[in-house]
């Protein structure tokens, strides 16, 4: 093999590499905005179930005694046959917090606010007026 094919070869060589370099980096860099985002992506999903888990201890602190998991939705299965004793009367968050036995103090009060208005959402209970809900 002559030195000038050599020579040759070694450049066809270089300019493949730096071909295969640049390609590299507008990769390495795509990566990195993806991994950025799934990283500010990862972070917002934690903090979501955070507030979530929060919520969920609120409306159902107790544990099933049978199985040791929570409850989840017992507060609203506790307010629908609420409304199913009381009938067509209106009542206020605070009035149904007292009925079911739970603190009246505003966390109390505004998770059964707050399980109210799901509920006046899905047209399960109907709202009556400023801070009144009404059987559906």
Do not use: C, W
């Not at 730096?18 to 795509?30: G, I, N, P, S």
């Not at 919520?55 to 199985?67: C, M, N």
């Not at 007292?98 to 509920?119: K, P, Q």
């Amino acid at each position: 093999m002559s030195v000038t094919h050599a020579a040759h070869h070694i450049e066809v060589t270089a300019e493949s590499l730096q071909e295969d370099l640049a390609r590299l980096e507008v990769q390495k860099h795509a990566l990195e905005r993806e991994l950025a985002a799934v990283v500010a992506h990862l972070g917002s999903v934690q903090r979501a179930l955070g507030a979530l888990q929060v919520v969920v201890e609120t409306v159902a602190p107790e544990s099933d005694e049978e199985s040791g998991h929570k409850k989840y939705g017992k507060l609203t299965e506790q307010i629908l046959d609420y409304f199913t004793e009381v009938g067509g009367g209106d009542v206020r968050a605070r009035d149904v917090a007292a009925a079911l036995g739970r603190a009246t103090d505003n966390g109390s009060i505004n998770a059964v606010r707050s399980t109210l208005d799901r509920l006046v959402a899905t047209s399960r209970v109907r709202r009556a007026g400023r801070g009144l809900y009404r059987a559906a």
